[in-house]
């Protein structure tokens, strides 16, 4: 049986865990009843780099091609995970192939990023003349074969490409180009978080014609199922019921984990949808959560069909009432995902039943440890629940991965320095941390009410330069946090315990490699005698 349409999911990302955007559009149509053809093109085509022929020229290459597969079969296996350095060295090794081979053909390239010399991810006529010219692509070689063999083979007469971040733009763009050149009755469509951004800016106007069939904005299972000529009502499932998504199509055992890292997305949209600059709210993203009791089914099914090791809830935030709904009905795999910081997290009792039901690590956006700061930024976090929160979540077990901001309109050094204060203060509490200095949003509220000036050149750009109304420029920002915040010898010892490339996607690994036995099945009983 041939099918209608393929899946395309472009490099470069994390080669980690499958997308869940596609995971999602699959289980869409396999709930009326049609198998799509999935390729994972980033994990397959990073996998193909490194089996590229080099001829090292320092001691780094050499020991790192010397250790390749040894390298690759430690971060699949539980061994990679219980010593930071060895993982940190197989990391850097594996990633040194992947630049090294990537040179050659003139190229930055790792195995989370990917710069072109010449061509820009936020211009479109860039975009074009990688479409234009897709055997300048460093992964033209892997997708012109890959892709010609299904073609030929299967026949189908759509393909959906999904486009997140800027890594993936310029190889998206290289294979819609051989996409058109050889098939060219084949209808292409393109969706995804990046495309969604494109589309919901002020006067966009459609710089693809001719290239692409179908932009897609936002969720995408309505759109396909038209395009299908399926009617999103009737099916197998009810009427109007969530699809949940469908893994079988994907390369589940080549990803860099120590077994299937299982995305799955609960929601679209923000539930709080109130911080000053935030893109849900200025895209129009509404809101639109599944019923926590259908997550709970979905997540106990895929756990029996595939059998992952980690659950990885993929929200803007995972809502208050799916953590309740997960505490009361544990999906018995390990969990972790982002959430805001609440008040029902600084209840003991609440954050042990969630450490019960598998929850590993949670992701924080704290964002500062200046209260003022906060308020402005209409965070709605207040910093006394917010040390309760890491305080109880620590008691309980849990694993906090802690996210700041630097740099955002109502901070200057001072509040930075109160940050700085707040981490310190904390710092046994905290596991992880991700610090990133504010990039303002072109379009919105409260960037109208800046001094702004090009930061990204080029008409896809999503993010504007501003003069900072207290004077603290990026530059300034960058001298703290390399002079000052990181040089904290609490906040230091933190920074060193963050995985390379990987970070959050492998973070919960080093959580759970500290478990007795962590190839055992991950249930209540087992976390009653740790």
Known sequence: ????????????????????????????????????????????????????????????????????????????????????????????????????????????????????????????????????????????????????????????????????????????????????????????????????????????????????????????????????????GKGEGHPGEPSGPCYDSFPLESYLAP??????????????????????????????????????????????????????????????ALMKKLAESPPQIPWYGFTRITRHLSDFDFCLALRKSGCVMLKLGLESGDQGVLDALQKGVDLGVASSVLKSLKRAGIATYVYLLFGTPPESLEEARATLGFVAKHHDLIDFLNVAIFNLPVYGPETARLETKTFYEGDLSLYVDFDHPRGWSRKLVRQFLDKEFKRHPAIAAILRRDPPVFTSNHAPFFVMAREKDPDQRFDSESLRTC
């Open 259 to 320: 077994g299937l890292i299982l995305p799955y997305s609960a929601s679209s949209g923000c539930y709080w949808s109130q911080c000053a600059f935030c893109p849900e709210r200025a895209e129009g993203n509404p809101y639109v959560p599944t019923p926590p009791e259908k997550v709970i089914t979905d997540l106990r099914l895929l756990a029996d069909r595939h059998k992952p090791v980690l659950i990885h809830l993929v929200d803007n935030a995972v809502s208050p």
């Open 1 to 232: 049986m041939t099918s209608s349409i393929v899946f395309i999911h472009p490099p470069v990302v994390r080669p980690c865990e499958p997308p869940a955007g596609i995971a999602k559009l699959a289980g869409a149509l396999s709930q009326h009843g049609s198998k799509p053809l999935v390729v994972d093109a980033n994990v397959e085509g990073l996998l193909g780099f490194l089996q590229t022929p080099i001829s090292p020229q320092d001691t780094w290459t050499r020991r790192a091609c010397r250790h390749l597969s040894n390298h690759l079969a430690s971060l699949r296996s539980w061994k990679g995970y219980r010593r930071h350095d060895d993982y940190t060295r197989a990391v850097q090794d594996v990633n040194r192939v992947v630049q090294v081979a990537a040179q050659a053909r003139g190229v930055q390239l790792s195995l989370g990023n990917y710069q072109d010399k010449e061509l820009s991810p936020t211009k479109s006529q860039d975009l074009i003349r990688a479409a234009e010219k897709p055997e300048a692509s460093p992964f033209y070689p892997y997708f012109r074969d890959r892709l010609r063999e299904l073609l030929e083979k299967e026949q189908p007469s759509i393909a959906g490409l999904s486009l997140n971040y800027l890594t993936q733009a310029l190889t998206t763009f290289a294979i819609i180009g051989f996409l058109r050149r050889e098939y060219p009755r084949l209808m292409c469509f393109l969706g995804g978080g990046l495309v969604t951004s494109w589309m919901r800016r002020p006067g966009w106007t459609n710089p693809f014609g001719g290239w692409i069939d179908h932009l897609v904005a936002g969720p995408g299972e309505r759109t396909l199922l038209s395009l299908m000529g399926i009617d999103g």
